[in-house]
Each structure stands twice: as structure tokens, then as C-alpha cells.
């Protein structure tokens, strides 16, 4: 467990109380991390009276609000998962990431992750922190894990695959939480069949389920066959086991699953 600073201890090199940060300009796109190592990234602000058809307002509107930045309404990104929970805490400390930040998918592009500034290479443990795992590291494992869940690979269509919708919300066929447009998600079927939508909180729910127990039992071992490093699987099953509860999806309930 990382223990959270006192008011009295001084900040390390480069870190600032959570108060003191400029949060002025942050984005969707801004990363902070504490002195553990340990990344934030909030994409949005869920406000009470806000329309059914958007997902989320800019992190910056919470920022100005009056009780906003105390408010249990901005959307963090972790582990694959988008969950409401407070900002930053005042007396902890932080450094905001000038030369990185958070990517997702736009125009033609399915690509997420955490670009570094510099040269445009990915930063892959922030990726990993924040989505919990690579594109490439996520639709590898889907496409191994597709036939051994009754769902053929489609190497003509490219079925499963990561991508992401344009026009429009979603909703998780798994796990039933939001799948936000323009926010990556597994698609192991085309649109019109079951399986079309799996959010990447979903996909790591079920390879918790599969792979259950201390032996991790056939899917474990079939994947790791297959050339899933078994510490890839660790992460995702970790990732699926957190305790943040997802956006739920405006047309159907988490209480229903």
C-alpha cells in the first residue's frame, strides 16, 4: 500500500502540494503522478445537469466550479476503466507531466495511449497504468483468446480488433458500462451481433473469470500457448479486478448485471 503524505512533510524535488498545482489549462490530455510513481489523467467532468448525450464536459469545467474540484464527478481513466471519483488531494503531492500525454482514438486513427513529447514514442508503463495495456498487447490477447471462447478469427475483416465509434455512445456487452465515442473498445464481432462492443473494462472482467484461481486453469494455459506472456495476463486480470466501479451506461444499470 503507498502511504499518502502529510500536511508536514516536504514535497520531493519537482513535487507540489495538489493545491498549489496550476490546473489552470488541464486537458483530457494531462497526466500528473505522485512521488510513487502512480499516474492520474481525468478526462472529463460529469455535471448534474448535463445532457444525456454527452459523456463528459472538460476536466476545466469542474476546475471552476465552486465545489467542483471536491465534487465526486470528474472521470479518471485507470486501468482501462473510466470511473467517477474526486480531484487531486490538496495535501499530497504531485508533478504534472509537461512532456507527455494521453492519446485516443480519432479520425481513422484506433490508436490510444501515452505519447512522449520528444519523439513521439510511446511512453508503455503510463500506457499500461492508464489503460492497462498496449493496443497491440490488447488485441493480441483478444484475437488468441477468441477461439477459445467460440468466436472465430476473421483475418479478412479483422475481427477481433480494437476500435472505437465516431458518432456515438455505447454500451458494454459484458459488463454493461459506457463505452464512450471516440474511446477504444473490442469489437469480436461485427456491429449487429452480440460480442460487437467489450469495453476494456469488460475484457479484463473476463479473462478474471476464465482464468480464475491459483492454478489459472486451461485458459491460462492455452493463452500462454498461444504466446500470451503470463505477466500480460497477470496485468489485465488485475486490471479487471480493481474496485472502481465503472460509468454505467445510460441504457442499462450495473445493479442489472
Not at 16 to 35: C, F, H, K, Q, Y
Not at 36 to 52: I, S, T, V
Not at 121 to 143: C, M, Y
Request: with cysteine; net charge neutral; aromatic share 12%.
Amino acid at each position: 500500500m503507498v502511504r499518502r503524505q502529510t500536511p508536514e512533510e516536504n514535497p520531493p524535488s519537482g513535487f507540489v502540494r495538489g493545491s498549489e498545482l496550476d490546473v489552470g489549462s488541464w486537458t483530457s490530455n494531462t497526466i500528473a503522478v505522485d512521488p510513487a510513481g502512480q499516474a492520474y489523467c481525468y478526462l472529463g467532468y460529469l455535471k448534474n445537469d448535463q445532457r444525456h448525450d454527452l459523456p463528459y464536459y472538460s476536466p476545466c469545467v469542474g476546475l471552476r466550479d465552486q465545489d467542483g474540484r471536491k465534487a465526486y464527478r470528474f472521470v479518471r481513466l485507470a486501468n482501462g476503466v473510466l470511473s467517477k471519483t474526486s480531484f487531486l488531494y490538496d495535501n499530497s503531492f504531485y508533478r504534472i507531466l509537461e512532456d507527455r500525454w494521453a492519446v485516443l482514438p480519432s479520425g481513422t486513427n484506433s490508436y490510444f495511449g501515452v505519447i512522449c513529447r520528444d519523439d513521439r514514442s510511446e511512453d508503455v508503463d503510463l500506457t499500461r497504468q492508464l489503460f492497462g495495456g498496449t493496443s497491440d498487447e490488447i488485441e493480441k490477447t483478444a484475437r488468441a483468446l477468441a477461439p477459445l471462447v467460440g468466436r472465430e478469427f476473421h483475418e479478412v475483416v479483422r475481427l477481433p480488433r480494437v476500435t472505437f465509434s465516431k458518432q456515438r455512445n455505447n454500451t458494454c456487452d459484458i459488463s454493461g458500462c459506457l463505452i464512450p465515442r471516440e474511446y477504444p473498445y473490442i469489437a469480436f464481432e461485427d456491429a449487429q451481433y452480440d460480442w460487437s462492443h467489450i469495453s476494456l473494462y469488460g475484457f479484463y472482467r473476463l479473462l478474471a473469470f476464465l482464468c480464475h484461481g491459483a492454478q489459472r486453469g486451461p485458459i491460462w494455459r492455452a493463452l500462454v500457448e498461444k504466446g500470451i506472456a503470463p505477466t500480460l495476463l497477470e496485468r489485465f486480470i488485475q486490471s479487471g479486478q480493481q474496485s472502481h466501479r465503472p460509468l454505467e451506461s445510460p441504457n442499462r444499470s450495473l445493479d442489472d448485471i
